[in-house]
């Protein structure tokens, strides 16, 4: 009986070893880290964007001179809203063990986000703080540019906002999150997200959709065309359409 428990046993340490050696098992593993890591990344992304988003009023009176809205209240806020989202203390991420739920390439690459949005709302002091000035073109999309911009520009991950018809060029979606916005606006709101690798397996793209909330239709809303205080036309958008996505680009090693 003991030595029947014992053969079965070496046999599945070996089937184990093999799998684990694998290099099937090696890219299922980097893919899964890869896709968690750009999940949490566009959440962390879109955390960002809402906190500029609660506290446009702040950013907008003109009556104020310093707002008090320094890198480090927008960094608390930041790291509570995300984790209100998700349960990760991102100031803590580093002391955490590393488990499914945060991978080790998140845990570097959250809190580089953080100090890239950090930046962001340091260079945009004097431009929040101005006194008699109201719309300073300090949005929820001028920050998202901007930090994602500083943060792709040290990682190897590319962050983006995007959408099929963006007001600003730069947002222009190409062919993948083209087709994926696409996929997206014919259907029903949803929490999912999008995943696939592209490029023989060489790039995994996550896609995360945003949708309007009732404080964006003011600039995105109704009625179609007029002009918004940021001199765009309207979209004609309704709360719960889908505003875009953002989306994370990772190169991948293995193949
Ligand atoms: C004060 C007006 C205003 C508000 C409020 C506003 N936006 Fe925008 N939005 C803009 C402007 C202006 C741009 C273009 C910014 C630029 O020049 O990069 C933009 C760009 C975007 C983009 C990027 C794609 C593009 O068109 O270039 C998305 C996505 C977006 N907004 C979604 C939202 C969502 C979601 C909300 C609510 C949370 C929101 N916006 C609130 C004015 C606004």
């Known amino acids: 009986m003991m030595k029947l428990w014992k053969t079965?046993?070496?046999?599945?340490v070996a089937i184990l070893a093999v799998l684990v050696m694998s290099p099937e098992w090696a890219r299922s593993v980097e893919r899964a880290e890869a896709e968690e890591t750009a999940r949490l990344l566009a959440k962390l992304f879109s955390a960002g964007r809402m906190v500029i988003d609660q506290n446009q009023?702040?950013?907008d009176d003109s009556h104020r001179g310093d707002k008090g809205f320094t890198p480090e209240v927008f960094e608390q806020q930041l790291i509570q809203e995300f984790r209100k989202q998700t349960g990760i203390d991102v100031s803590r991420i580093q002391n955490t063990p590393v488990s499914i739920t945060v991978p080790p390439?998140?845990?570097e690459l959250l809190p580089a986000f953080v100090v890239?949005?950090?930046e962001v709302i340091r260079d945009a002091q004097v431009v929040?703080?101005?006194r008699g000035i109201g719309y300073k073109n300090f949005i929820p999309a001028t920050?998202?540019?901007q930090a994602a911009a500083r943060f792709s520009k040290q990682s190897h991950v590319r962050l983006k906002q995007t959408t099929l018809q963006p007001r600003n060029p730069k947002n222009e979606?190409?062919?993948y999150e083209a087709s994926v916005l696409k996929w997206l606006s014919g259907r029903p709101r949803a929490e999912a997200y999008v995943s696939e690798l592209t490029e023989e397996g060489r790039t995994l793209r996550v896609v995360m959709p945003i949708y309007y909330v009732r404080d964006c239709l003011k600039c995105h809303g109704e009625p179609k065309g007029d002009l918004d205080i940021s001199g765009y036309p309207k979209e004609g958008a309704r709360e719960g359409d889908l505003a875009g996505a953002i989306t994370v680009t990772t190169p991948l090693n293995l193949r």
């Open 8 to 12: 079965m046993m070496t046999g599945l």
């Open 57 to 59: 009023a702040l950013i």
């Open 105 to 107: 390439l998140a845990r």
């Open 116 to 118: 890239a949005s950090k």
């Open 128 to 130: 929040i703080n101005q």
């Open 143 to 145: 920050y998202g540019s």
């Open 173 to 175: 979606p190409d062919e």
